[in-house]
């Protein structure tokens, strides 16, 4: 059976991670929990971007070999996996062996082909884009997204003909509407391809750190077309015959990418696919860029977050809530402290928090800490799981903000009943009408812990544990699941 395929982006080796590498590491990993725990077969792979002239001349600033640079950066990233619980299936490195061999491979099959040829460019360049732009791109002379000056370059290169598969594209994204996401973000990429694409350079004479060309070793390979090929070379593409497990995997079924890198994502790579003769992938999808109260993060600002800082003060899953909830996934988003406090205090601490330690005392309370059986004719539970099937539609098609919401509102509707059902009352002439009461709530947590699961795995768990049938809850003070921060 085929295994629904999701990748990240492969991260530049430059510097350490940050929120933004984190936030698409995290969606691909809500979704794909989101899919296990529905009994669907997934392979989410994600990893590091190692070659270039950026991270090269990175590596000789701290005296360190790119080699020897990239794998301590690289050992950051999974690091903070770790931290993060993010459960991928595999990282890939573009500087492994058979990466390389594999990218060497098709590059030649492609000069076979006739689609990759010798020529000359002279263009302007961006450095930090590891890209030659277009003088239209520009803005005051300068790149668009780095506002760094552009260089004016001309050199023997290989050339990709991009141009031959301009209609092929526009057919493709015709048929599959679903291929550029969110929809929005179609227009600016069906614009582009239809006002022309031109053949682009896909090797480099000058720059050293990358994969040279088999056939002509003094070109290395573009950074972004050794990268791209990560997503066929990590589940087992080869050119002279794939492994059993790319047929498993293959095609992708989405790679999540931040909006400045769709193009790539968009045009280039299934125009590379064409030409090698596999299959497009059935989706990608940008998702927006986050800033920092306000600002765009940089080095110079000295405004990264570094999300292990905010795991300390404030745990994981609130971490891994917060940033699905403030911002709909495919939008941009603003990460400020004060707002992550007031959703830490209000929707978890309050809604949640107390509404899980405020059922499990009165268990321990009124039923003598046992947990209840199966409620038949729950009114509340069942309107809760009349909830299920749109907040699973909101999670097949990434709209995790959305899902949460629908959550959110469950757990105000709990709340509610307690407000209003006051068991405590009940409790001193009804014991039945409470012991009642208290098994609709215990059976609704439950389905609340299994949404919140690819969300917030640890708290799901926690509250599944208190929860289970049968078990007796510890009559001491359940801890709460999100202590208050002043
Ligand atoms: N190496 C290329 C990608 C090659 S994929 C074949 C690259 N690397 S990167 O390190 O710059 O990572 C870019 C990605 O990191 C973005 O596309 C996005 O997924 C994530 N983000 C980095 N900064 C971000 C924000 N400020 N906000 C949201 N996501 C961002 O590009």
């Not at 640890?458 to 289970?468: G, R, V």
Request: net charge neutral.
């Amino acid at each position: 059976m085929k295994k629904y395929y999701i990748t990240t982006p492969l991260y530049y080796v430059n510097y350490k991670p940050h929120i933004g590498h984190a936030y698409t590491t995290l969606a691909a990993d809500v979704l794909s929990r989101f899919l296990k725990s529905k009994g669907i077969a997934v392979y989410f792979q994600t990893g590091t971007d190692e070659h270039g002239s950026n991270i090269e001349k990175t590596a000789r600033q701290f005296n360190k070999e790119p080699k020897q640079w990239a794998d301590e950066i690289m050992s950051e990233f999974k690091n903070l996996w770790k931290t993060l619980h993010i459960e991928y299936d595999y990282f890939i490195r573009t500087t492994d062996k058979n990466h390389e061999e594999q990218v060497q491979n098709i590059f030649e099959k492609m000069i076979e082909n006739g689609d990759i040829y010798l020529g000359y460019y002279e263009g302007l360049y961006c450095q930090s884009c590891e890209n030659y732009l277009d003088e239209s791109e520009l803005i005051d002379g300068k790149c668009p997204i780095h506002k760094k000056e552009v260089e004016k370059i001309k050199e023997e290169t290989y050339f990709f003909k991009l141009s031959k598969y301009e209609k092929p594209l526009l057919e493709y994204y015709k048929k599959n509407p679903e291929f550029l996401s969110p929809s929005y973000r179609a227009g600016e990429i069906i614009n582009f391809v239809q006002s022309g694409l031109k053949d682009i350079s896909v090797s480099r004479t000058k720059v050293a750190w990358g994969i040279q060309v088999k056939s002509n070793p003094k070109h290395t390979i573009y950074v972004w077309f050794d990268a791209l090929i990560n997503y066929i070379t990590g589940p087992g593409y080869r050119t002279d015959g794939s492994s059993s497990q790319f047929n498993e995997v293959w095609p992708c079924d989405v790679h999540l990418v931040g909006k400045e890198i769709f193009r790539f994502h968009a045009i280039i790579w299934p125009a590379i696919l064409m030409s090698i003769g596999v299959k497009l992938p059935k989706k990608v999808y940008a998702h927006g860029w986050w800033t920092v109260e306000g600002e765009k993060m940089s080095k110079s600002k000295g405004n990264i977050i570094n999300p292990q800082d905010i795991v300390q003060e404030y745990g994981l899953d609130a971490f891994r809530y917060f940033i699905f909830r403030e911002v709909p996934f495919g939008q941009d988003g603003d990460f400020s402290l004060s707002a992550f406090k007031t959703r830490y205090n209000s929707e978890l601490a309050n809604d949640l928090g107390n509404l899980f330690s405020r059922t499990i005392n009165m268990i321990n309370k009124y039923l003598n800490s046992s947990m209840p059986d199966k409620p038949y004719n729950s009114q509340t539970f069942s309107q809760l799981y009349s909830s299920q099937t749109e907040i699973e539609k909101d999670m097949y098609s990434l709209q995790f903000s959305s899902a949460l919401d629908k959550i959110w509102k469950n757990i105000s509707i709990l709340n509610k009943k307690i407000d209003t059902e006051k068991p405590w009352e009940m409790a001193k002439t009804d014991k039945e009408k409470v012991k009642f009461f208290l098994y609709e709530m215990v059976w609704s947590l439950r389905l609340i812990a299994s949404w919140i699961y690819p969300f917030m795995p640890d708290t799901s768990t926690k509250m599944q544990m208190y929860l289970s049938v049968g078990q007796i809850g510890d009559s001491k003070k359940v801890e709460p699941l999100f202590p208050r921060k002043l």
